[in-house]
C-alpha cells in the first residue's frame, strides 16, 4: 500500500526476500490480516508497518494512514539521515572519478608555471661551481 512505487517492484523485493511478516520472508501471494507487522527492507534501513485495515482497491495517499501505520524505529531514520549527510565522504582516496578538486590540483600541476616553481637546479646542488673543477 503506497510502499512500493509499482506492483513489479514490491514482487520483486518479496522474490529477493525484502519483505517479511512477523519475522518470516513471504511470497509476493501470501494474505496479510489486520494486525500483522511488515518489516520492508529498503537499503539502507529496515522500514516497520502495521496492517490496521484491509483496503478493497487501492487508495490515494492520503488515505494510507488510515489502513498502515508507520512504526519504524527513530533509530532507523537517524541511520537514513546520516547515510544522507554521508553522501560521497567516505569514499577511499583513489577509487572512482577524481573530484572536481581533484582534477583542478591535477591541472595546476601539469601547467608550466607551476611546474617551474618546484624546478631545482641540480648543478647548484653541492654549493660548488662546476666549472674549476
Same mark, same amino acid.
Given at each position: 500500500?503506497?510502499?512500493?512505487?509499482?506492483?513489479?517492484?514490491?514482487?520483486?523485493?518479496?522474490?529477493?526476500?525484502?519483505v517479511?511478516v512477523g519475522? &518470516?520472508? &513471504?511470497?509476493?501471494?501470501?494474505a496479510?490480516?489486520?494486525?500483522?507487522v511488515?518489516? &520492508?527492507k529498503?537499503?539502507?534501513i529496515?522500514?516497520?508497518?502495521?496492517v #490496521?485495515?484491509?483496503?478493497?482497491?487501492r487508495l /490515494?495517499?492520503?488515505l494510507?494512514?488510515?489502513?498502515?501505520?508507520n512504526?519504524?524505529?527513530?533509530?532507523?531514520y537517524?541511520?537514513?539521515?546520516?547515510?544522507?549527510?554521508? /553522501?560521497?565522504? !567516505?569514499?577511499?582516496?583513489?577509487?572512482?572519478?577524481p573530484? #572536481?578538486? !581533484?582534477?583542478?590540483?591535477?591541472?595546476?600541476?601539469?601547467?608550466?608555471?607551476?611546474?617551474d616553481?618546484?624546478?631545482?637546479?641540480f648543478?647548484?646542488?653541492?654549493?660548488?661551481?662546476?666549472?674549476?673543477?
Amino acid at each position: 500500500m503506497r510502499v512500493f512505487k509499482t506492483r513489479t517492484i514490491a514482487t520483486d523485493a518479496c522474490k529477493k526476500g525484502r519483505v517479511s511478516v512477523g519475522g &518470516v520472508a &513471504v511470497k509476493p501471494s501470501r494474505a496479510i490480516k489486520v494486525g500483522d507487522v511488515i518489516d &520492508v527492507k529498503k537499503p539502507p534501513i529496515t522500514y516497520t508497518f502495521r496492517v #490496521k485495515a484491509l483496503a478493497p482497491n487501492r487508495l /490515494g495517499a492520503k488515505l494510507v494512514p488510515e489502513y498502515l501505520e508507520n512504526i519504524t524505529s527513530p533509530a532507523q531514520y537517524e541511520l537514513l539521515e546520516m547515510t544522507r549527510i554521508s /553522501g560521497f565522504v !567516505d569514499r577511499r582516496k583513489g577509487l572512482g572519478r577524481p573530484t #572536481k578538486r !581533484d582534477s583542478r590540483e591535477l591541472s595546476r600541476f601539469r601547467e608550466d608555471t607551476y611546474a617551474d616553481t618546484y624546478f631545482l637546479d641540480f648543478e647548484d646542488m653541492d654549493g660548488e661551481d662546476d666549472d674549476d673543477a
